[in-house]
């Protein structure tokens, strides 16, 4: 198709590299966003198993709003650790206290019923349009009951963002290898959840890696 278009073919990108860019450029999009759904539904798991949940639905969160055009929406979030329903005594013992020590660091009361968690891969983007929503969830899952955390398997986010969130009253917990529950996601896992993420990442890196270079390879090609 470039290459019958006279003006592309006269400058040059009528070429497999070309090709090969716009495929990885769209590829790379789908690559992060399956990256960031196999996070949610493995913290969701981590979580279904720590907790001994009775039934798996206690793992789910959401909340119907409006519309503009005054038509109900219901919004999700990825985890949710519900206190009364943690058959796990140590691990809601941890839990529990987790939730007052974060709490003290937000100013705010202890919320009654447990914790919500929206899940990502990582957070590099600036879209102000998400963190409205990001915020606008915040408000409402304190109003019912729950300290809402923001779990990021990466390290890589902007202090700026954080600080806007804290603020805002959401906890973050992020992808480093510090031994802080109050702000490394996997210090959070091992020491409260009773599960070591890192060490299952560790185990299972090789293969994982496979994967992703197997997939990457693809995108790259010209042909």
Request: proline share 2%.
């Amino acid at each position: 198709m470039y290459g019958a278009d006279p003006f592309y073919s006269w400058i040059g990108l009528d070429s497999d590299l070309m090709y090969a860019a716009h495929k990885a450029a769209g590829g790379m999009t789908s690559v992060y966003r399956q990256i960031g759904k196999g996070c949610e539904n493995l913290f969701r798991q981590i979580i279904i198993d720590q907790t001994q949940y009775e039934d798996p639905k206690y793992a789910l969160w959401s909340y119907t709003t409006k519309t503009k055009n005054d038509k109900n929406k219901t919004l999700s979030l990825d985890a949710r650790l519900e206190l009364s329903e943690i058959r796990n005594i140590e691990v809601r013992a941890k839990v529990t206290q987790w939730m007052v020590d974060y709490s003290i660091s937000l100013s705010v009361p202890t919320p009654s019923n447990g914790a919500v968690f929206e899940v990502r891969q990582g957070y590099k983007s600036k879209d102000s349009k998400r963190q409205n929503a990001d915020i606008d969830n915040i408000a409402v899952a304190w109003a019912n009951g729950y300290l809402p955390v923001f779990a990021i398997f990466s390290s890589q986010i902007d202090a700026d963002l954080v600080l806007r969130y804290r603020n805002s009253r959401g906890g973050i917990i992020i992808g480093t290898t510090s031994d802080n529950s109050q702000t490394s996601l996997f210090a959070f896992s091992k020491e409260v959840l009773g599960y070591d993420l890192a060490d299952f990442f560790h185990q299972n890196s090789e293969v994982i890696k496979s994967e992703v270079y197997s997939t990457l390879e693809i995108l790259l090609r010209a042909e």
